[in-house]
C-alpha cells in the first residue's frame, strides 16, 4: 500500500510538474515578502512585537501550556485554510485566490522566522529551529500538495465545462478530490500534534534555560 501510495504521489508530481513549481515558487515569494517586511519595519511596531513576545515568555513562567487550546487553535486555523483551498478549486476561477493563500502562507513563515532571529539573536535561532520549523515541514508540502489538487481539479473543470459526459460524472470526481483533501487533512494533524504539545515545550524548555527569549 505504501510503495503505490509513493507511486501515486511520484506520478501526480510528474503530471502536475508546473504546478508544484509555480506553488513552490509562490511560497518562496511569500517567504521573501515577509524577511522585507521585517526589515523594513518601524521601530514602533517592532517593540510592540517585542513586548508581545515577553508577555508569552512571562505566561510560559507563570502559567504553563495549554496544549489543548493551542491544538484547537491550530486546528481551526488550518481547517480554514485548507477549506478555503478545497472550495476555490471547485470554482473554475480559483487559481490566482489559491496562489495568493500560498503567498500568504510563505509570508508568514518568513516574517515570524525573520522578526524571531532579528530581536532575540542566536536564541531566535534556537526558537525558529524548535518552535517554527518542526510543523512547518508537514505544513509546506501539505498546502503545496492541496494548492496543487485544488487548481488541476479548476483546471479540468475549465477544459471539461462543455462536455456533458463529464458533467454526468461530475460528483465522483468531486468525492475524489474531497478525499484526497481529507488524506492532506491526516497528515497535517502531525503537524497539529507537534505545534501544540511538542514545539511550545521545546519553546519553554529554552525560557528555563536562559531565562528570557528577548536577548
Known amino acids: 500500500m505504501v510503495s503505490k501510495l509513493i507511486t501515486g504521489m511520484n506520478k501526480h508530481i510528474e503530471n502536475n510538474f508546473w504546478l508544484y513549481i509555480i ?9 521573501v515578502l515577509g524577511i522585507y517586511a521585517v526589515r523594513y519595519m518601524g521601530s514602533f511596531e517592532k517593540s510592540d512585537l517585542l513586548s508581545y513576545i515577553n508577555n508569552f515568555t512571562n505566561v510560559i513562567n507563570k502559567e504553563g501550556i495549554n496544549s489543548k487550546a493551542i491544538l484547537f ?8 485554510l485548507i477549506i478555503g483551498v478545497w472550495f476555490l478549486g471547485l470554482t473554475m476561477i480559483g487559481i490566482p485566490a489559491i496562489l495568493i493563500i500560498d503567498i500568504i502562507k510563505g509570508f508568514t513563515i518568513g516574517f515570524t522566522t525573520c522578526f524571531v532571529v532579528n530581536g532575540m539573536g542566536v536564541k531566535g535561532l534556537w526558537v525558529t529551529l524548535l518552535g517554527v520549523l518542526p510543523q512547518n515541514i508537514i505544513y509546506i508540502p501539505c498546502i503545496m500538495f492541496a494548492s ?3 487548481m488541476e481539479f479548476s483546471i479540468h473543470l475549465l477544459n471539461d465545462k462543455g462536455n456533458i459526459r463529464v458533467k ?3 460528483w465522483v470526481k468531486i468525492s475524489s478530490y474531497s478525499f484526497s483533501f481529507v488524506f492532506v487533512v491526516c497528515i497535517m494533524f502531525i503537524g497539529f500534534v507537534l505545534e501544540s504539545y511538542v514545539t511550545p515545550n521545546m519553546i519553554k524548555l529554552v525560557v528555563e534555560r536562559t531565562g528570557s527569549l528577548l536577548v
Open 168 to 170: 454526468n460524472s461530475i
Open 23 to 31: 506553488s513552490l515558487l509562490c511560497i518562496c515569494t511569500g517567504i
Open 148 to 150: 496543487v489538487l485544488a
Open 73 to 80: 487553535e491550530t486546528i481551526k486555523n488550518n481547517m480554514l
